[in-house]
Nanobody, 122 residues
Framework: QVQLVESGGGLVQAGGSLRLSCAAS??????MGWFRQAPGKEREFVAG????????VYSESVKGRFTISRDIEKSTIYLRMNSLRPEDTAVYYC?????????????????WGQGTQVTVSS
């Protein structure tokens, strides 16, 4: 069993920055990533990273603005979000795969965090 603890959400003005964190415990060598769900919309993929940080994947809507990284020793991933827009407002969920390579498909995630709210005001 894998436990996930997310932190770092909050309220920020458009153009601002936030950093989300997700710490995993219970297993090592996990691919991890982020999804988000805006009000009235389906959950969508944001970014993912392989277990050793060797490969990262981003959705087109955040590419160039968001950066995913990880601390292998701490089993923690980070999502640095710059140039935030009101349309980035959503609940952000950390997701984990019981494998070393990331997949952007929701059905491939094995564990989910509780979610953290990000609100971007215009």
């Amino acid at each position: 069993q894998v436990q996930l603890v997310e932190s770092g959400g909050g309220l920020v003005q458009a153009g601002g920055s936030l950093r989300l964190s997700c710490a995993a415990s219970g297993r090592n060598r996990l691919a991890m990533g982020w999804f988000r769900q805006a009000p009235g919309k389906e959950r969508e993929f944001v970014a993912g990273i392989d277990w050793n940080g060797g490969n990262t994947v981003y959705s087109e809507s955040v590419k160039g603005r968001f950066t995913i990284s990880r601390d292998i020793e701490k089993s923690t991933i980070y999502l640095r979000m710059n140039s935030l827009r009101p349309e980035d407002t959503a609940v952000y969920y950390c997701a984990v795969r019981n494998t070393v390579n990331w997949s952007p498909l929701q059905r491939d995630a094995d564990y989910w965090g509780q979610g953290t709210q990000v609100t971007v005001s215009s």
